[in-house]
């Protein structure tokens, strides 16, 4: 089944081909498991991934083999998520080559035993470069900026410039993070186990995201063409794809804002249609799925996390 | 002007840059920006910061907002010894993820353990409900876990056996609670030691200089209702 080489097909298939991995010793494929436990990416995809036409080849990662020889770089991910999107995005866009590993987060995927093992967080994104684990998007993007040279401007050098990022980064994990998912939550999370966010704080979120834009707008873009300076970084990537989650259940967070809807168009046509198109066509295909009820089922054990998320919407 | 730091040691991430430019030798000068008697809100400062926070930096016309980013600016500027923030790229990117991890989660529950336990009853007069209280205080508990857990572990630092930023953020952040009077390092006998460390690499005058302020929270008089109008949308905005 898997060759080792790595490429991705489907609408990106004129991206340069990934690196070829070498190929590891025979691993026995697993039985197939129940929906609910593992069931990692493959060639195909099911159900609420079915849309990604990715021919990431990937190795079951639950070998049977005890001392499999060490992969590549790993991304663990999920599209669903926003900082998964920023990494997914940062990899392809830079030409790195990495084994996707999708973790199924609705069906509970991060909260199974073997992912502990990958990260007792229990969250994604995360890397895997040999032994060596990292979580974190921005830690994961700026190893990677490091590790793969990627271009200045992504994480620039120059002690100011290198500083503004880390400035909004900062911002962002305040401002924009937590805040600009609860709609997702509100909308289609929430209801899929039956919890319906109160209108209050459906409101008082609003009024939250509305603040963090007209600070986005007015403090980190102000007349620059992005929002750390005059070329795209980390902190774009970032912020953009924070916005998308709002985005995708139907908030019009650009209108009435020309100078950042300018913003998000001069960033998507940086990082290419196609790439974008990849990237987001899960989350922004979500209500659909909602509506046509292809969402998979929360398995019952994620039900404790999601509703104390829930519970922290202020 | 030579480089500025506007701060107030109140607060966890002043902290953290005040001990980390004092232990390097960076020249600065100290501009107090006192959050309990709303500095921060006034129009002057927000020509300093438009978002009204502290720490901010001002190297010449260069204005820095963000603890995180100043502690950056100030390594890479003045060049200090490698451990704080290491050229070597596993090791640093140790740094970079606990300092995002923290930012969402210990420094979030060290916040409102301050606030709910001490400053809203206390300062501001405003009663904080038992179950507010409790669901604070278990928040910060699992925290505390995690910290021990994931980070710490069985090394003598966070990332490793030298001191790095990320400890100095850490350290800054649990005094907020120990400020309040929450028991942080008792029970946690891998944590307390682990303190000692950190006091005893940052140096434990210097330290003891920084923490002046919030080992003295408690005994904060109450606010006059002018201060107390003042400061109640900012307050609630900063611990939502």
Not at chain 1, 105 to 125: A, D, M, T, Y
Not at chain 1, 277 to 304: D, F
Request: charged letters at 20%.
């Amino acid at each position: 089944m898997n060759s080792g080489n790595v490429t991705t097909g489907g609408p990106s298939s004129h991206l340069p081909p990934h690196r070829e991995l070498l190929s590891p010793a025979p691993i026995s494929k697993p039985p197939r498991k129940r929906s609910g436990s593992l069931a990692w990416a493959t060639g195909q995809r099911d159900g609420i991934l079915g849309k990604i036409q990715l021919e990431c080849r990937t190795q079951p990662w639950t070998s049977t083999v005890p001392h499999a020889p060490a992969m590549g770089l790993e991304l663990y991910l999920n599209l669903l998520s926003q900082p998964s999107r920023a990494v997914y995005i940062f990899a392809k866009k830079n030409g790195i080559p990495f084994e996707l590993r999708t973790v199924d987060i609705i069906k509970g995927q991060h909260r199974s035993k073997e992912f502990f093992q990958i990260n007792s967080l229990q969250k994604v994104p995360v890397l895997k470069d040999g032994d060596f684990i990292l979580t974190e998007s921005s830690a994961i993007l700026i190893y990677l900026s490091c590790k793969y040279q990627t271009a200045d401007h992504w994480y620039p050098s120059d002690l100011q410039a290198r500083a503004r990022v880390h400035e909004y980064l900062g911002w962002h994990a305040d401002c924009i993070r937590g805040t600009f998912g609860v709609p997702m939550w509100v909308q289609v999370l929430g209801p899929l186990i039956g919890v319906q966010v109160p209108e209050e704080k459906v409101e008082r979120n609003r009024t939250a995201i509305d603040q963090a834009l007209q600070w986005l707008e007015n403090k980190f873009l102000g007349d620059r063409l992005f929002l750390a300076g005059q070329q795209v970084t980390l902190a774009d990537l970032m912020a953009l794809e924070e916005l998308m989650q709002p985005v995708a259940v139907g908030y019009e967070l650009f209108k009435g804002r020309p100078r950042l809807a300018a913003w998000r168009e001069r960033v998507e046509a940086f990082l290419g249609a196609e790439l974008c198109q990849e990237a987001h066509s899960l989350i922004l295909s979500i209500l659909e799925q909602a509506a046509k009820k292809t969402l998979p089922t929360p398995p019952p054990e994620v039900y404790p996390t999601m509703l104390l998320r829930i519970a922290r919407i202020p | 002007m030579g480089l500025e730091l506007y701060l107030d040691l109140l607060s966890q991430p002043c902290r953290a840059v005040y001990i980390f430019a004092k232990k390097n030798g960076i020249p600065f000068e100290l501009r107090i920006v006192d959050l309990i008697k709303g500095q921060h809100l006034s129009d002057a400062f927000a020509q300093v910061n438009p978002l009204k926070k502290v720490p901010a930096l001002k190297d010449g016309d260069f204005t820095l907002t963000e603890s995180v980013a100043i502690l950056l600016y100030l390594t890479r500027k003045y060049k200090v010894p490698d451990y704080w923030y290491p050229q070597d790229l596993q090791a640093r990117a140790r740094v970079d993820e606990y300092l995002a991890w923290q930012h969402t989660t210990l420094r979030r529950s060290c916040l409102r353990a301050l606030w709910h336990k001490v400053m809203f009853p206390v300062f501001l007069g405003e009663p904080v409900s038992p179950q507010t209280l409790a669901a604070t205080l278990a928040e910060l508990d699992v925290n505390l876990q995690l910290l021990e857990d994931k980070f710490l572990q069985n090394k003598a630092f966070l990332t490793g056996p030298h001191i790095s930023l990320a400890d100095l953020v850490a350290i800054t952040e649990l005094m907020h609670p120990v400020g309040a009077g929450c028991q942080v390092f008792e029970s946690r006998p891998k944590l307390a030691t682990w303190r000692q460390r950190v006091e005893a690499a940052v140096g434990e005058d210097l330290f003891r200089e920084a923490h002046e302020v919030i080992l003295k929270a408690k005994d904060f008089p109450p606010a006059d209702p002018t201060i107390k109008q003042k400061l109640m949308p900012w307050v609630l905005a900063m611990i939502r």
